[in-house]
């Protein structure tokens, strides 16, 4: 099926040269993938070589390569990722909220703190971001939605109503949420978003992509399948990937 959110650097551990995009791709391949999207975060945007991606994508025929990038969505930043977005032929954006005032909320040194804050004003303050970054119109793709949740701490309000516009927003603007699956690997152990929120994207229409946030070639992939088959229980039909910023839909029947 499809990995749409796959980082070939890392977190700067490593260089994006032919080996490296290699192990990325005969792991996608390796496990039948039909498609993957290098997205890198935009913090790393000097060590990032897309034209030889491009390159070396041509000896994996049967593989879709598409290149986009994470941006970090920071309200004052628009004008700064919009000039990226121009810099390359992109097929897709993703746009994500790691962090809250300046607080970057989902590293593990963190975590004591979200315990210490009032839970519904957390996810509020998260959401409002996300409806920021969905209303830009700089984004194909907003990643991992309920992010919020990555240290276990739940709202005592509905999860839907804290969602709500951030949902009508991105419905709104025709982007597409991914079914991240490296939920499963954190403190709250399950996918992003969670399945209520599934069930009310699937119910407004919304698209979804799948993307495993593999940090490194090993976990290219992973948990896709079981992903892609909790969809098909919900009643959805399709997933969506991208070339050059338009969806491509892939039937799940």
């Not at 070589?49 to 070396?56: A, G, Q, T």
């Not at 970090?72 to 977005?85: G, M, S, T």
């Not at 959401?127 to 984004?139: E, M």
């Amino acid at each position: 099926m499809l990995d749409l959110h796959v980082h070939l650097l890392g977190h700067e551990d490593r260089e994006a040269n032919r080996e490296t995009i290699r192990a990325f791709l005969d792991e996608a391949s390796k496990r039948g993938l039909k498609e993957i999207g290098f997205a890198d975060h935009d913090y790393y945007w000097d060590q990032m070589n897309f034209p030889l991606i491009r390159e070396v994508a041509k000896d994996y025929p049967n593989l879709a390569v598409r290149i986009g990038f994470e941006a970090e969505y920071r309200p004052k930043d628009e004008e700064r990722i919009k000039h990226l977005i121009e810099q390359f032929p992109f097929d897709f954006v993703i746009g994500s909220v790691h962090e809250i005032n300046g607080w970057a909320f989902d590293i593990p040194e963190e975590e004591h703190k979200h315990r210490q804050k009032e839970a519904d004003e957390l996810y509020r303050d998260y959401f409002d971001i996300v409806t920021r970054a969905a209303r830009s119109g700089l984004f194909t793709t907003i990643g991992h939605f309920d992010l919020i949740k990555v240290f276990g701490v739940r709202p005592m309000s509905d999860i839907l109503g804290l969602a709500d516009e951030a949902l009508t927003t991105v419905a709104e603007h025709g982007l597409v949420l991914e079914v991240n699956t490296n939920g499963r690997y954190k403190p709250v152990r399950e996918f992003y978003p969670e399945q209520r929120l599934m069930q009310e994207i699937q119910r407004r229409g919304i698209n979804f992509t799948l993307g495993s946030d593999a940090h490194c070639a090993e976990v290219v992939g992973r948990d896709i399948d079981e992903a892609t088959q909790l969809l098909r229980r919900m009643g959805v039909r399709s997933v969506v990937g991208f070339a050059n910023l338009d969806k491509i839909n892939y039937s799940l029947d």
